[in-house]
């Protein structure tokens, strides 16, 4: 069984100091009762992951991620960041696709799948994050939606993948920051989804993480993370204040 991956998505929120405050203080709640099951993952904002890096450091269970990169090696790309960067800060893993990346900065199908495969090639073990608006769950293209994105997104990696370094995060957009979470039997619907998916793409499908994410709190965790086909969550929101995601952890 995979470890349950239980991650924070920090987006543009806190300073290095606020980061490293809030990292030591989730370490400290956390790390006594760290189930050997559970994996925790920080992605803050890139100017605070050396700071947040330094605090998790030796910290086992504790992993830091970026939440984006620019797939090319390096160059004339004003205010962007390479996976060799992330890894240099201390990354192990990355963000590709999520909802606002796809929907405030308009990134597209074929550059996730860019992103996708370059991350994997560099050494980051890559969450790709996808989901449907409000209005495609109302025309009933739920399957349609995460299909495509699937296809598209994982169109460029190499079939000799390593489970470990993929995983999916199922996120429907109007679940992401607005108090509103997807069901449990929603959530169990698409995972579903998702993992047939996945199977039909690549031969480690079976193995591959599936997350969920949209307004994870610490109360609505522990009936999510318990369905067949979630490994884990990605939390916004609650994963600022060191207390909710230390209960989202543990949950
Ligand atoms: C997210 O940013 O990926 C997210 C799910 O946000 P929130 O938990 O705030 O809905």
């Known amino acids: 069984m995979p470890k349950k991956l239980m991650a924070a998505n920090w987006k543009m929120f806190k300073t290095w100091e606020e980061a490293r405050q809030t990292a030591r203080e ?13 994996e925790v993952l920080l992605c803050p904002p890139f ?20 939440q984006d990169f620019y797939p090319a090696e390096q160059g004339a790309f004003t205010g962007e960041i390479n996976p060799d960067q992330l890894l240099d800060a201390g990354c192990s893993y990355a963000l590709v696709g999520h909802s606002e990346r796809r929907h405030v900065l308009g990134e597209k199908d074929d550059f996730l799948a860019s992103k996708v495969a370059f991350g994997l090639q560099k050494g980051l073990k890559v969450i790709l994050c996808i989901g449907e608006t409000l209005q495609e769950r109302k025309h009933g293209q739920v399957q349609e939606v995460l299909h495509a994105q699937l296809e598209h997104g994982l ?23 607005t108090g509103e979470t ?19 793409i690549l031969k480690q499908g079976e193995a591959i ?21 979630v490994e884990g969550v990605l939390v916004g929101g609650a994963s600022l204040n060191a207390d909710k995601f230390s209960q989202i952890v543990l949950a």
Not at 156 to 176: C, M, N, R
Not at 182 to 200: F, M, N, T, Y
């Open 26 to 38: 989730l370490v400290v709640a956390v790390r006594n009762d760290l189930p050997d099951d559970r």
């Open 47 to 66: 100017t605070a992951l050396r700071g947040v890096s330094e605090m998790l450091m030796q910290q086992e269970g504790f992993y830091l991620g970026g």
């Open 155 to 177: 169109k460029h990696i190499s079939t000799g993948i390593s489970a470990e370094h993929l995983a999916v995060a199922y996120e429907p957009v109007w679940a992401i920051g």
């Open 182 to 200: 997807a069901g449990p039997p929603e959530i169990q619907e698409a995972h579903d989804l998702v993992r047939e998916k996945l199977k039909g």
């Open 209 to 229: 993480r599936i997350l969920y994410g949209g307004s994870v709190k610490p109360e609505n965790t522990a009936s999510i993370i318990s369905l067949d086909n």
